[in-house]
């Protein structure tokens, strides 16, 4: 049963690119969560997004970052027109679990994207 | 707003052990975890515990929890130089949609 992915692994892009980031959630999962994660920092939340549905967005900058989980495919995290300070790694992590449900709760991570702007 | 909040760095030696500390600022937080982080790697999920209860082994590990003081600690009894690592703390609400992190406690070990 493989785990939480993430592409690419490591990913260089330029001032003014854009940049996407997949996840593709563990089999069985349909919640999938985003997390920054600045050097030497700890994670933040971002977004939480369900199929199809944006549940929690409230630690998404409000300009040129979106998310997805379409029906079919992976999540997507978009950076547009990147900037020096999006240079970090980006965790994608997924659950069996959502809001409201009851149960026990694991959020399992994947071994990120680390995004570097020059 | 909600904070949490641990030590940067802890230096042990091999064989003792190790506890790494950490506090919240959320009252409603219903779930308490550690999270092991090695370098270049995502995390892993060591261990959680509900905040109705006080106490958590599993192996090596124990967690405290001290929800008056909102005070939580990991006991890593026996450290060895594979539990060297960033260990974060984290915590979240009865929904457990969002999981608040620490700044995470670099875990050396001495010979």
């Known amino acids: 049963n493989a785990g939480v992915m993430q592409n690419p692994r490591h990913l260089v892009r330029r001032r003014g690119q854009e940049a996407r980031l997949r996840c593709s959630p563990m089999k069985g999962h349909s919640h999938v969560y985003w997390y920054r994660q600045l050097p030497e920092e700890g994670l933040k939340f971002m977004v939480y997004?369900?199929?199809?549905?944006?549940?929690?967005e409230s630690g998404m900058p409000k300009e040129r970052f979106s998310a997805e989980f379409p029906k079919e495919g992976p999540s997507i995290l978009r950076i547009q027109q990147v900037v020096r300070g999006d240079s970090a790694a980006y965790f994608c992590?997924?659950?069996?679990?959502?809001?409201?449900?009851?149960?026990?709760?694991?959020?399992?991570f994947g071994p990120g994207t680390r995004l570097t702007v020059t | 707003g909600e904070d949490v909040e641990q030590s940067l760095f802890l230096s042990v030696r091999e064989g003792d052990s190790s506890v790494i500390n950490c506090t919240y600022t959320d009252s409603s937080s219903t779930y308490l975890y550690w999270y092991k982080q090695e370098p270049g790697a995502g995390l892993q999920l060591l261990t959680y515990?509900?905040?109705?209860?006080d106490m958590k082994q599993d192996q090596r590990l124990t967690v405290l929890l001290n929800k008056k003081d909102k005070h939580l600690s990991l006991r890593i009894a026996d450290t060895q130089t594979g539990d060297s690592a960033i260990y974060f703390c984290a915590e979240s609400g009865s929904s457990a949609s969002k999981i608040i992190f620490g700044s995470g406690t670099r875990l050396s070990i001495r010979p």
């Open positions: 997004l369900q199929k199809e549905n944006i549940i929690d």
């Open positions: 992590a997924s659950s069996s679990r959502g809001q409201g449900m009851t149960g026990t709760y694991e959020q399992y």
């Open positions: 515990i509900f905040s109705n209860m």
